[in-house]
């Protein structure tokens, strides 16, 4: 089992930031994750890194605006979340697998989850 705890989440005006932050109780991970789900709609991935090195990826909507990191030393990963806009508020989930991923975005790929953090964005 690992535990996933999210932390970081708040309200912000648009154009603000915030960064999410998701201890870990374990270091035996393979890929690391943050996903949000919005009222009524899809869970989706938003930001992938891989454990092994400096691997990530992102879905276009947050592409150049979030930035995923992870602090090995601390087993804890980050989402640096810059120029907020409205449609980014939603609960934010922290996730990770111990298998190998072939698509790093999808919620499918993934087996452990935190009990998630808001975030919203006013206008």
């Known amino acids: 089992q690992v535990g996933l705890r999210e932390s970081g989440g708040g309200s912000v005006q648009t154009g603000g930031s915030l960064r999410l932050s998701c201890e870990a109780s374990?270091?035996?991970?393979?890929?690391m994750s943050w996903f949000r789900q919005a009222p009524g709609k899809e869970r989706e991935g938003v930001a992938a890194i891989w454990r092994g090195g400096a691997e990530t990826g992102y879905t276009d909507s947050v592409r150049g605006r979030f930035a995923i990191s992870l602090d090995s030393a601390k087993n804890t990963l980050y989402l640096q979340m810059n120029s907020l806009k409205p449609e980014d508020t939603a609960t934010y989930y922290c996730?990770?697998?111990?298998?190998?991923?072939?698509?790093?975005?999808?919620?499918?790929?993934?087996?452990?989850w935190g009990q998630g953090t808001q975030v919203t964005v006013s206008s």
């Open positions: 374990s270091s035996a991970v393979t890929y």
């Open positions: 996730a990770a697998t111990r298998n190998w991923v072939r698509m790093p975005l999808d919620k499918t790929e993934y087996n452990y």
